[in-house]
């Protein structure tokens, strides 16, 4: 018979509190949801990776949808938060732009950052989905607002803001894919060659 597993495992190292427990179980979720996605990830996966037992998790979550809306909510406040660091810069249009890119870049390549991108919207129920769309589109149309700030203070060239906005998140969510921190390039070397493919493209001519 196998030892029980108490509640207090979870964090012990952390000296976690309640809400510090909770927040090491969302980072294993996202971790696993990364891994196999979240259709193929049961909760009694997510308590063998935690080594506790199912009816240990209860004491710090719902269910398993409430898992999956916690840890999408993690990675679109952080990119509503990178948007937010961008809009507040002092830099034209197209280093607002750029300042946004590399932290996304960065966001894009954790765990909360490619739940994020690679959640299926069909493995959402209604409400989730909903928000999560929402909170996606906010992004789009706001770097879509950086665009065209750049267009009209001169730093980037004319061009269609939303156009451009779709070309370079659809590079950039393709890091959440093929991109391991163990390759010979780091993300930030990533990133900078990213923009430098982009920035002779879009960057308006003096």
Known sequence: MKPSREARRIGVKEKADHD?????ILCEAARLFTLNGFQ?????DLADRLNVTKPTLYH????KEEIIHQVLTIGNERNASLVRQARDSSESGLGKLE?????YARATV????????LADPRMLSGRLREQHRQAYRYVLDEIADIIGEGIRDGSIRDCDPHLLTFALMGTFNSLSIWFHHEGKMTVEDVTEAFLGFFESAMAAKP
Do not use: A, M, P, Q
């Open 99 to 103: 300042i946004f890119l590399r932290g």
């Open 110 to 117: 954790d765990d909360f950052g490619r739940c994020v991108i």
């Open 40 to 44: 193929n990830t049961k909760l009694v």
């Open 60 to 63: 710090y979550i719902e269910s």
């Open 20 to 24: 510090g427990r909770r927040h090491i």
